[in-house]
């Protein structure tokens, strides 16, 4: 009969999108833009087939793989893929291989505990589908709506309709019918039709494009309007049955012949109170409830077929809870009670479409500690330290969502670029695709409640939209740099007195000089590195927990703005609209914002008074211990005393020029001594000097020439080059252990106490060469760049300690570093091991004040509560920087060098509605009484200098695990 014969003689090159793609993945993406992208006749039925080959055979249980089918499937929905090409379907044909599909779907969902958000957003993107039947009738009823009315002629509107539905119905037809609808319920209002077809994106270009193109417009005929509206309607439900499948109504006829009593009983209750229009409260938990009935009779044992129309009833009864939130005007009553109410019922939700993610165990127990603050506040009122737990528990939502944005970019940012590139679509689509999929993801009805209690939270808990971290009190004028990460505007070089505007930050960023503010879309500890750093370097560091604010500081990027801080008010306005700023010069003249901090006092000179932190260190202390720095010339010249220095040293033979000031201030703990109460850890120190040492050794020869190389790489660098900084990390990482040195490891480990000595020694050694390569991680080298500071200046000991598993950690500062008040501590206190702390890991320490005097007359004023989501535990041995430029005036020393522990610590979440920090009022007192009377005991120690002090508390015991000057 002839025809055209195709034969592969050479494997085809690979697309060039498929770049950067993982290459577990690259295959499926390769096949699925060779079946997408030819000029070969396509269909949607054809693309479902294929895709329920490509779930069946190819995809396994990886995050990647379900990703890539997701961006696939979702560019399909948004019109970015054909949805017919020279190719003719049968409704029977396209309902079947929907069936097909989203029943494998289904299947695959029972077993992905993990992955079924993402299978399940899979589903949200291809219609439930249905039998052989369900589909003929898409046929078989446009007929008899035909046979109503002599217009549908042919060469009309309806008849083109009717042409199209016979070989191509699409979801489309959906949006076609129900412009239909408004068309004939406003008596033939032809703008009504065309406004919704304008609404929802269909052009007449895309009418002309079908096989069976749409040219004409509908007619009206009023003698059999109502009869034409009923079948159009009936029409539209059976074509979202096929294409959507999310209709509530639909999905619970589906399952009313196999669903049980209970879950029956609980979707009667919600569509009750809906109905009803209840409270958004009661609206929210009824639904819920609903579809956790919903996912316990999947758990039950559902077949595939019922767990995919259950899924396509949970997708409805989601979607319909958005709804109802999205036509709340007023979604609260203005009391506290409710707008936690609606939370909880919010997060309850979303737990249940995060499926077996550790996120689904965090969202119950943010929903169980607001149902405790509830009752509380139901048994005693509105008080100030609820709103600030309000607050807290709002923070710690807040990072959860972040990290679960942060999930959705991580699992398909990469392949919805990739693929959207493969797939010809703009430029804007590929660069919102993932935003977008958030947008239409459980989550974002969670965010957007998270948004509108905000005001009433902060309200209760007497915060305003900003809480200042680092004071500034000079008034600067600079331009306003936004960036996503902190971490984005390392190394770059800015102008004087600019202002940076961040939504988040790690903790071990260095920002660049010369600017004066650095402002962070989430919380900050105060006594977290990157403050310490703020407070070292003179610049204000400031966080702004207010969306709206936030949002408003955005809009200033690119303008020049003036910014001051004036005791309890930060304020911020345009002077200058710079091209590239999101608002226009007229919108943003004159902006200014004047907000409540959080108790910044300061005097009418702007500065810190007589009692500053400018003068701490410097004049009034009895003992000056302030370790001076020892310049070195060059990695080969070594201080005798550090030449003959032992590889390993105990307190007793501390010196300023073997140690840190972490090992002095132990030594001087240990000599001048601590109420028995406080107890002080066993440490070894590996003293300054011992990585030059271990450097000349004779098998690290070939290492120092490396090392040597690298180094005049690095001097010749420009200020914001990072870019030998892993070769020299690496360099160090292969140094080789020198036998003296291998026996002073084992000494230490003794002396330590572990269990198991030769089998720790080479975690040991690995953990002492990481923390002297961290002299070159990226930001330590940028501040001795801005400080004009070489590495050859630094000397670097390691600290050697057993680790206490705490219960609790904390970090004090004698002098409140906000205020600069030499009279009043400020302390923060963490669950679990300091590094949540000091790391600014998501969320907020129980932050503190209290007034120093005599020890039993202390009253600790609660500034924040914890919302921290996790604490670490375990690390056995540590192993901690102590270098000789950490403490210096005007060096962000604080927390550039590393400290690591021997063994990998453990992160274990934290349930705040049980924790006894939060609930236990005797408790929580009772531990910040005796962490302000340890500030104050080491203070009084040192010689009266304000102290930096981290320690922890272990079954009711407390240690001292550090000491340093207060900069």
């Known amino acids: 009969g002839g025809g055209d014969m195709y034969v592969r003689v050479a494997e085809p090159a690979k697309d060039p999108a498929l770049v950067g793609l993982d290459g577990s993945v690259q295959g499926i993406v390769q096949n699925i833009i060779d079946k997408e992208m030819n000029d070969n006749s396509w269909s949607l039925m054809q693309r479902f087939n294929f895709a329920n080959s490509v779930v069946c055979d190819q995809v396994r249980d990886t995050q990647a793989e379900w990703a890539v089918v997701y961006v696939w499937l979702r560019y399909s929905q948004i019109r970015v893929l054909d949805w017919q090409r020279k190719h003719h379907t049968q409704p029977r044909q396209l309902s079947d291989a929907q069936l097909r599909l989203v029943t494998n779907l289904a299947r695959r969902w029972k077993g992905c505990g993990r992955l079924r958000w993402l299978i399940r957003m899979t589903l949200s993107c291809v219609g439930h589908g249905g039998s052989s039947g369900m589909g003929q009738r898409i046929r078989d009823d446009i007929l008899a709506i035909m046979r109503n009315d002599r217009s549908w002629r042919r060469g009309s509107m309806y008849e083109e309709w009717h042409q199209k539905l016979h070989n191509n119905t699409c979801p489309d037809d959906i949006i076609i019918c129900d412009a239909l609808v408004k068309y004939w319920k406003g008596n033939g209002d032809i703008h009504a039709y065309r406004n919704h077809l304008k609404e929802c994106n269909l052009t007449n270009e895309r009418l002309a494009s079908y096989e069976q193109p749409i040219h004409s417009e509908p007619i009206f005929n009023g003698s059999i309007k109502d009869k034409i509206i009923s079948d159009l309607e009936r029409y539209g439900a059976l074509l979202k049955t096929v294409h959507v499948g999310t209709d509530l109504k639909d999905n619970y006829d589906r399952v009313r ?31 819920t409830h609903a579809r956790q009935a919903v996912y316990d009779q999947i758990s039950a044992g559902a077949s595939d077929e019922q767990a995919r129309d259950l899924l396509y009833l949970d997708l409805a009864l989601d979607g319909d809870a958005r709804r109802v939130v999205e036509a709340a005007k007023a979604p609260f009553d203005g009391s506290i009670k409710a707008t936690l109410g609606v939370l909880r019922a919010s997060a309850a939700g979303l737990a249940l479409s995060e499926g077996e993610l550790e996120s689904a165990g965090q969202l119950k127990k943010i929903e169980a500690e607001l149902g405790m603050i509830t009752e509380k506040i139901a ?47 703009d430029l804007e689509i590929r660069e919102t695709f993932v935003e977008e999929s958030i947008r239409g993801s459980p989550a974002y009805v969670f965010s957007s409640l998270l948004r509108r209690s905000e005001p009433e939270v902060r309200r209760i808990a007497h915060l305003g939209p900003y809480s200042v971290i680092s004071p500034f009190s000079e008034e600067t004028t600079g331009i306003l740099y936004c960036y996503t990460h902190l971490k984005e505007c390392q190394g770059e070089q800015l102008e004087a007195g600019s202002i940076i505007v961040a939504g988040s930050c790690g903790g071990d960023e260095d920002v660049p000089a010369k600017v004066s503010y650095v402002i962070i879309g989430t919380t900050v500890d105060v006594l977290s590195h990157v403050a310490v750093r703020a407070r070292n370097e003179h610049h204000g560091l400031i966080a702004c927990l207010d969306s709206d604010e936030m949002a408003k500081l955005k809009a200033m990027k690119g303008s020049t703005c003036k910014a001051k801080l004036e005791g309890e008010n930060f304020l911020i306005e345009v002077v200058k609209h710079t091209l590239g700023s999101s608002l226009s010069l007229s919108a943003l003249q004159g902006v200014v914002k004047r907000v409540k901090s959080k108790n910044l006092i300061t005097p009418p000179d702007g500065g810190l008074g007589s009692g500053s932190l400018s003068t701490v260190g410097k004049v009034g202390s009895k003992l000056d211990f302030s370790a001076q720095m020892t310049r070195v010339p060059s990695m080969s010249v070594i201080p005798e005393k550090q030449l003959v220095a032992s590889w390993a040293i105990r307190p007793s033979v501390y010196t300023s020029e073997l140690v840190g000031s972490k090992s002095m201030n132990l030594k001087r703990l240990l000599a001048l001594g601590l109420p028995d109460w406080i107890h002080v850890p066993t440490s070894v120190t590996i003293p300054n000097g011992a990585m030059k040492k271990v450097l000349n050794d004779e098998a690290n020869a070939d290492l120092k020439t490396e090392f040597k190389k690298l180094r005049v790489q690095a001097n010749g660098s420009s200020s914001g080059d990072t870019s030998f900084c892993a070769a020299l990390r690496d360099c160090i990482m292969r140094l080789h252990l020198p036998e003296g040195l291998a026996d002073s490891l084992r000494g230490v480990l003794d002396e330590l106490g572990c269990d198991d000595i030769d089998g720790s020694l080479d975690g040991t050694w690995d953990a002492v060469k990481g923390v002297w390569a961290s002299l070159w991680n990226e930001r330590a080298h940028l501040a001795r760049r801005k400080l004009g500071m070489t590495a050859e200046e630094v000397d670097m000991a390691v600290l050697c300690q057993k680790v206490v598993d705490a219960d609790y950690a904390f970090v004090i500062h004698t002098a409140n570093p906000i205020t600069g008040d030499r009279d009043e501590i400020y302390a923060e206190v963490v669950v679990g091991l300091g590094e949540t702390l000091v790391g600014n890991a998501p969320g907020q320490a129980l932050g503190f004040t209290v007034r120093k005097g005599a020890a039993a007359d202390l009253y600790p004023e609660v500034k924040s509560f914890p919302s921290k989501a996790f604490a670490l535990k375990g690390g056995s041995f540590i192993f901690r920087s102590d ?40 408790f929580r007192g009772g531990v910040m009484e005796q962490v302000a009377r340890i500030g104050m005991a080491v203070e009084e120690v040192l010689g009266g200098m304000s102290q930096d002090v981290e320690g922890c508390m272990k079954d009711g015991e407390y240690f001292v695990v550090q000491a340093r000057p207060q900069v």
């Open 257 to 287: 012949g196999f669903l049980s009593e209970g879950c029956r009983k609980k979707l009667d209750e919600y569509l009750y109170f809906r109905d009803c229009n209840h409270a958004l409260e009661d609206q929210l938990w009824a639904n």
């Open 379 to 425: 048994h005693s009122g509105e008080s100030h330290e609820l709103g600030l737990r309000c607050a807290a528990a709002m923070t710690g939502s807040k990072n959860l969502l972040s990290a679960i944005i942060d999930r959705f970019h991580g699992a398909m940012d990469t392949e919805s670029k990739a693929m959207g590139k493969a797939f010809c679509a």
């Open 883 to 922: 270098s000789n430029a950490e403490d210096l005036e005007g060096f962000a020393g604080a927390g550039l060098h590393d400290s690591i522990p021997l063994a990998a610590q453990q992160r274990v979440d934290v349930d705040y509605a049980t924790e006894r920090l939060v609930n236990n009022d005797a």
